[in-house]
């Protein structure tokens, strides 16, 4: 379980820390105040020898394209000249890791034509030409338990080049740690694949439970042979569980990710998405009961209110007052950025006296 | 959302903190009292929040500095009966701002050095019990209201259950006796019943000095 994540030069964040990370931590703030990137950051550092994961983040961001300008986005203010330094504090296993990332930069080389050459005037101010980014470096180390000094740094590499991306990864290094990032656009990815891990373990019921409480005449779930989960109704035929609604879906995929999990995080950017506020309780029982059920810790971003009041009352209920939740809101002031934690008693008393805590 | 006084007028809460001295209260009534005293002494950049009684102190005034906008606070005015025990009173608060790694000051009634400068003053000041009833109704002691008043407490105190908290009970009184209706004391400091350049509230004007 995380306890600590420290964030130098990435994306809008230039220095930013975060303690006292308990297993259930909802991040709200302003409009670009760095809630998404802290969740990335945290993505990162839990798959920090998975050279695919700067390019997945982008996408997530829908900004798919790799081209020149796809690397210098992961640095702060774009300056590719100052890495990139992530590194977090785990306990149940203690465990600090530290992910620096650096550009992978090519020598540019100019194939040219007798034409060209006579077309080029380099006068008197040509210095020659510069280096060329073309992918990230990223060097992983890690402490675990006692150990003092580090192990030697994993080296992994994205670059792109003439056919396409490459990537390099270690060979003798697997990681234990588990991470699922859903953000509101995450639409049925690995639904099947973790929907079918779920029906393999017999708990399906548990889902139905909790998407009972929106919709009440749900019978059952099953996974069909084109990888859609179908609900049962009571109707004559099943129905997809995409046509049942967005909070349907939503709920579902929030609770496999967990599932799914263990052992691991669950990041979700704007939780609150496609979800009625009145569902919204429902989705934080799930999440407090699942999460504690399968020893995940999660990380979810939003800015609504609602979703807000919803994590403390349904904690109110179900939470059993062992502080396992916080509130952090991240303010921005320019460069500077400063967190503020809450944690339930705090909150309550803050959502009782309708005071901002966004 | 409860009241507020903002810049010394009295609105519905935002939710979040808009100028750069905030005073922290015990009370809704409390609220409406120093937006009087806060007009009356032309401080015009305080706003006064109500962090509910005593028993909520320990959760609503870390609540209060996690406000959206206390960041920008240079002052901090923490205003508490004194009750039973004013150095009870005054140690409970300095605690919850230890806890919330904030510099209390070293004495009642004055403010820390820190950033941002934080005053405990514990009602009425310069008594070990008491509250803001007490104070008020000493800047009214010479007024000609309280001969009725003092009346009609002596006889409501030989009744077999009589009044708990004298001094709420004599404020009422003294209220009751006013031209127009205040049903409490920051009402009727409003109203403009209690002394504000009494001499009593010299301790209490020093205190707010440093918010000017």
């Not at chain 1, 007798?114 to 020659?128: H, W």
């Not at chain 1, 180390?141 to 080049?161: E, H, L, M, Q």
């Not at chain 1, 997809?240 to 995929?253: A, E, K, Y």
């Not at chain 1, 929030?254 to 691991?264: N, R, V, Y």
């Amino acid at each position: 379980m995380y306890k600590k994540l420290t964030i130098d030069g990435f994306r809008g964040i230039k220095h930013l820390g975060v303690e006292d990370f308990r297993q259930v931590n909802l991040i709200v703030g302003e409009n670009n105040c760095g809630k998404t990137a802290l969740l990335e950051c945290l993505f990162l550092l839990t798959g920090p020898t998975n050279p695919q994961l700067p390019l997945k983040i982008n996408t997530l961001r829908e900004f798919g394209v790799v081209d020149e300008n796809t690397w210098s986005v992961f640095f702060n203010k774009l300056d590719i000249n100052s890495d990139i330094k992530l590194s977090g504090e785990l306990d149940k296993p203690k465990e600090e890791r530290i992910l620096a990332i650096k550009p992978s930069m090519k020598s540019a080389t100019l194939s040219m034509t007798t034409t060209d050459k006579k077309s080029i005037d380099v006068g008197g101010s040509y210095t020659g030409l510069s280096p060329v980014m073309n992918g990230l470096i990223l060097d992983y180390s890690f402490v675990k338990g006692r150990d003092k000094r580090s192990k030697k740094p994993i080296t992994t590499k994205v670059t792109a080049t003439d056919t396409g991306i490459e990537f390099e990864t270690p060979k003798d290094y697997e990681e234990a740690l588990r991470g699922v990032f859903i953000n509101a656009k995450t639409v049925s990815g690995d639904m099947g694949r973790r929907f079918n891990e779920i029906q393999i373990r017999k708990q399906t019921d548990r889902i139905v439970k909790v998407l009972r409480q929106i919709e009440p005449s749900l019978v059952d779930l099953s996974l069909g042979a084109d990888g859609i989960v179908y609900c049962d109704i009571g109707l004559d035929r099943l129905l997809p569980l995409n046509v049942m609604g967005d909070g349907m879906f939503r709920l579902v995929s929030i609770i496999l990710a967990i599932l799914d999990a263990q052992d691991g995080i669950v990041l979700i950017d704007e939780i609150e998405n496609g979800l009625h506020h009145l569902s919204q309780e429902i989705l934080w029982d799930a999440i407090f009961e699942s999460a504690k059920e399968f020893n995940v810790q999660i990380f979810a971003a939003t800015h609504s209110i609602e979703c807000t009041k919803a994590f403390s009352s349904s904690y109110s209920r179900i939470g059993k007052n062992n502080d396992d939740i916080r509130l952090y809101r991240i303010e921005r002031n320019g460069d500077d950025f400063r967190v503020v934690s809450y944690d339930h008693e705090i909150l309550e008393a803050s959502l009782d006296s309708g005071w901002e805590v966004r | 959302m409860g009241m507020v006084s903002i810049g010394g007028k009295l609105e519905r809460d935002s939710g979040s903190i808009r100028l750069c001295k905030v005073i922290a209260v015990e009370g809704t009534d409390e609220v409406y009292f120093f937006d009087a005293l806060l007009r009356h002494l032309k401080i015009a950049d305080a706003e006064v929040r109500d962090v509910g009684g005593k028993d909520q102190f320990k959760s609503k005034l870390p609540a209060l500095v996690r406000m959206s906008g206390f960041s920008d606070v240079r002052f901090l005015a923490i205003i508490r009966d004194a009750d039973s025990d004013a150095d009870a009173a005054f140690d409970s608060v300095r605690n919850i701002l230890r806890d919330q790694q904030l510099d209390p000051p070293g004495q009642m009634n004055q403010f820390s050095n820190s950033n941002p400068g934080i005053g405990i003053f514990i009602m009425p000041g310069n008594s070990d019990t008491g509250m803001l009833e007490d104070l008020c109704l000493k800047t009214v002691g010479e007024h000609p209201a309280m001969e009725c008043v003092n009346a009609f407490i002596d006889c409501a105190s030989g009744l077999n259950d009589p009044p708990k908290i004298a001094a709420k009970a004599k404020a009422q009184a003294f209220l009751a006796a006013m031209p127009k209706i205040a049903n409490s004391v920051g009402v009727g400091a409003q109203k403009g019943y209690w002394n504000l350049d009494s001499d009593e509230l010299d301790n209490l004007r020093s205190f707010m000095d440093i918010l000017r």
